[in-house]
């Protein structure tokens, strides 16, 4: 097991910046083997979905086309944290976002080049609110 905590998120205007920090403890980024890290949000009515994804290696991130192009993820290995920068904030990013790890070798190579699937996740975090609102 996984032990992911949240941070970052708030209430912030539109076009502005936050970045969300996960936390990993009882696992190490710098282990060997594949395993994935996934940033995913649900907002209210709708169904949870992946925003980014990144492997072992920063050369295999992922982006939802909802957030290409105005946000970042990445990984700091001497803190075990991997955080997601968001830029150009909308309404519509309005959600609760969930940190997620994915140890198992034959579906974590999924994630970071297709995108993640929640259903191969078997461990979260508890989520953090992030309101973009005037």
């Known amino acids: 097991q996984v032990q992911l905590v949240e941070s970052g998120g708030g209430l912030v205007l539109p076009g502005g910046s936050l970045t969300l920090s996960c936390a990993l403890s009882t696992f190490t980024l710098d282990e060997q083997g594949y395993y994935a890290i996934s940033w995913f949000r649900q907002a209210p009515g709708k169904e949870r979905e992946g925003v980014s994804c990144i492997g072992p290696t920063d050369g295999t991130i992922w982006y939802s086309d909802s957030v290409k192009g105005r946000s970042t993820l990445s990984r700091d290995n001497a803190k075990n944290t991997v955080s997601l920068e968001m830029h150009s904030l909308k309404t519509e990013d309005t959600a609760v976002y969930y940190c997620?790890?994915?140890?198992?070798?034959?579906?974590?190579?999924?994630?970071?080049?297709?995108?993640?699937?929640?259903?191969?996740?078997?461990?979260w975090g508890q989520g953090t609110q992030v309101t973009v609102s005037s």
């Open positions: 997620a790890a994915d140890l198992d070798t034959s579906t974590a190579v999924v994630g970071p080049r297709w995108g993640p699937r929640a259903y191969d996740y078997e461990n």
